[in-house]
């Protein structure tokens, strides 16, 4: 402002043929100053981004072409050898089919969600109570409903009592075989999630008109047809967002099966198998390179949701 | 009619069948929580009633033995801290990135854009290697800096309100003679109390409830967090589930006000956080 001010003083007074002032070296630094000033407001966060995020990944590229172990000063270059080991060795390559469970948990939540959420948009007596109860779960502490779940599942434990309540007696172990394992603990993860799927859709489907809904019911729809033709079509980049996270989430599964079982009889997931060959077996070599890979799927799933559904959000800039 | 009737004994059956599948779980807890040991050994069950509902010996034990003390200061420690570095790191770069253009501002926010796809899970193998050379292992910076170093859903909390602040008001204050760290100190930190509250709420929730980086970056247990204090309880209380329980229940308690207290500011907080 100042600047363009001052020169076209500085033009009218040259224009009126008077004795022309020097400009004074005020403008040149302000526009440095000027330059300059966005960068000063981005230092902090972009110093954290580079140090705490990029810095990472590039070191975890790095490490995963080496044998290093994480602490001594040597280390060999090992060219792929890591990600051969990766994709050979039988049990490393197991834990995929372990997120599996958790693959099929997450089609069963993104149903329950958009069930409640559908069901809740419409007058229910008790309504905000419900919304309630089903979202809470997100806010828990997972450990303490790592806690919750090994008290659910244990020996004459919550889940055994209600069954017996219903006469059915069983003497299964619910975290003792590999399936059974896996299945529990994958539901306890829609338990957990379902509430953060369900509130976001609730939120997509109250954003569409009420008229719609009127209009529809005078055209003779019922409910079925407007969950089909008014509510499906509202809440699909939503539905998008949340299978990419639920993809993302499958494969990146960490905190409940470590807290509850450690990763024992057949629990184990990629990333806990990823943090204990880091800080367990000192192979951080290999540990890099399955983390490498992970974030690769993560990103090209991404990039696949991106593709297919292209979204007409505003972008950023 | 009467199908409209099933339909709606059937929508309120579900709802009163989901709502026991969260709440059974709790309440199992709960009861357990305040029973004596010599009522847990009597195998009665995990859903009778306690002998004396005002029975708070567990508390006590596991509030004293299980540190939780240390354990709430520590955690109110790091959400302080975080959380202020938070809103100020976010709301600088949101202010920055909405009202300059400068060059490589499209780099920029590319590098904002897919550090947000990264999940932080992945990249701990190397991102310890960091913190250690640091020499924040072991101490309250290391989830401090990662907290706030890893943060971009707030950048964008805070990047939707900055937009939707005036330009004007910037602009009438430039008249004035203000310059940018004016505006931004007495303009749009001020303006930006909703989006504040929203990244506090947000942000306080994940950080409370943080295991992994915790667990990882500080062993000692005179720094145990909420999350890691509970862990612990696992060694110590092996078999005493009326213990664990009321440690499950002193965390999630402050959880469950907070929740009634603020409900809509958190629903709306994480739909905004989710759906960036």
Redesign the interface.
């Known amino acids: 402002?100042t600047d363009t001010t001052e020169k076209a003083a500085f033009r009218a007074a040259a224009r009126d043929g008077a004795a022309v002032p020097q400009p004074p070296p005020a403008p040149r630094r302000a526009r440095l100053w000027?330059?300059l000033?966005?960068?000063l407001?981005?230092i902090?966060?972009?110093a954290?981004?580079?140090?705490?995020?990029?810095?990472?990944?590039a070191?975890?590229v790095a490490?995963s072409f080496t044998d290093w172990d994480?602490v001594s000063p040597e280390l060999h270059y090992t060219g792929t050898g890591n990600y051969t080991e990766l994709f050979t060795r039988e049990d490393l390559f197991q834990v995929f089919f372990v997120s599996g469970y958790y693959l099929v948990a997450s089609a069963v939540q993104i149903a329950?969600a958009l069930?409640?959420a559908t069901?809740?948009s419409f007058n229910?007596?008790f309504r905000?109570?419900?919304k309630?109860?089903?979202?809470?779960?997100?806010?828990?502490?997972?450990?303490?409903i790592g806690?919750?779940?090994l008290?659910?599942f244990q020996d004459?434990?919550?889940l055994?009592?209600?069954l017996?309540?219903f006469g059915y007696h069983s003497d299964h172990a619910w975290l003792g075989t590999s399936t059974s394992a896996n299945v529990s603990l994958a539901g306890v993860s829609v338990?957990r999630y379902m509430g953060?799927n369900f509130?976001?859709f609730l939120?997509a489907i109250q954003s569409i008109p009420g008229e719609l809904y009127e209009a529809s019911e005078l055209d003779g729809a019922n409910?079925w047809h407007q969950f089909r033709y008014i509510i499906a079509p509202g809440i699909k980049p939503?539905l998008s967002?949340t299978v990419i996270?639920s993809i993302?989430g499958s494969l990146?599964v960490?905190?409940i099966p470590y807290?509850m079982t450690g990763g024992a009889t057949g629990t184990e997931t990629f990333?806990i198998q990823?943090?204990k060959l880091?800080?367990q077996f000192n192979k951080?070599g290999l540990?890099?390179a399955a983390?490498v890979v992970?974030?690769l799927i993560?990103?090209a799933v991404?990039w696949l949701q991106r593709r297919l559904v292209p979204d007409d959000r505003v972008d950023?800039? | 009619m009467t199908r409209r009737a099933v339909a709606r004994a059937f929508v309120y059956l579900s709802l009163i069948v989901a709502a026991v599948v969260v709440l059974l779980p709790l309440g199992a807890v709960l009861l357990t929580s305040l029973k004596s040991s010599q009522e847990m050994s009597d195998d009665s069950g995990a859903l009778t009633m306690p002998k004396d509902f005002l029975y708070f010996h567990n508390y006590v034990t596991a509030f004293q033995d299980g540190r939780m003390l240390s354990a709430f200061g520590n955690t109110a420690i790091i959400l302080l801290v975080a959380i202020a570095g938070t809103v100020l790191i976010g709301s600088m770069a949101a202010y920055a990135i909405d009202r300059f253009t400068f060059r490589l501002k499209k780099l920029v926010v590319a590098l904002f854009l897919i550090a947000a796809l990264v999940p932080g899970v992945t990249t701990q193998v190397a991102t310890f290697q960091i913190v250690n050379s640091f020499g924040m292992f072991d101490t309250l910076w290391a989830p401090i800096a990662l907290y706030m170093g890893t943060d971009i859903v707030s950048i964008y909390i805070f990047l939707q309100f900055v937009r939707s602040i005036p330009i004007s008001l910037d602009e009438s204050a430039r008249l004035d003679g203000a310059n940018a760290f004016t505006i931004y100190r007495k303009i749009i930190f001020p303006l930006l109390r909703p989006a504040i509250a929203t990244v506090v709420i947000v942000k306080g929730i994940t950080v409370y409830n943080d295991f992994y980086i915790p667990f990882l970056y500080m062993p000692s247990e005179d720094l145990g967090v909420i999350s890691t204090s509970l862990f612990r309880f696992r060694g110590p209380f092996g078999a005493h589930w009326e213990t664990i329980s009321a440690g499950a229940v002193l965390v999630i308690l402050p959880t469950l006000i907070v929740f009634l207290l603020l409900q809509r500011f958190i629903y709306n907080g994480f739909m905004r956080g989710a759906t960036k």
């Open positions: 402002m000027r330059g000033t966005p960068w407001f981005l902090a966060p972009l954290l981004l580079i140090i705490f995020t990029y810095a990472p990944i070191n975890m490490y994480g329950a069930y409640f069901i809740l229910v007596r905000n109570f419900f309630g109860v089903l979202f809470f779960p997100y806010l828990i502490n997972g450990v303490a806690f919750v779940f008290y659910f004459g434990g919550t055994d009592t209600v017996g309540l338990w953060l509130v976001l939120g409910r939503v967002l996270l993302s990146s960490f905190e807290i990333v990823t943090v880091a800080f951080t540990a890099s983390a992970l974030l993560i990103l991404t950023l800039v």
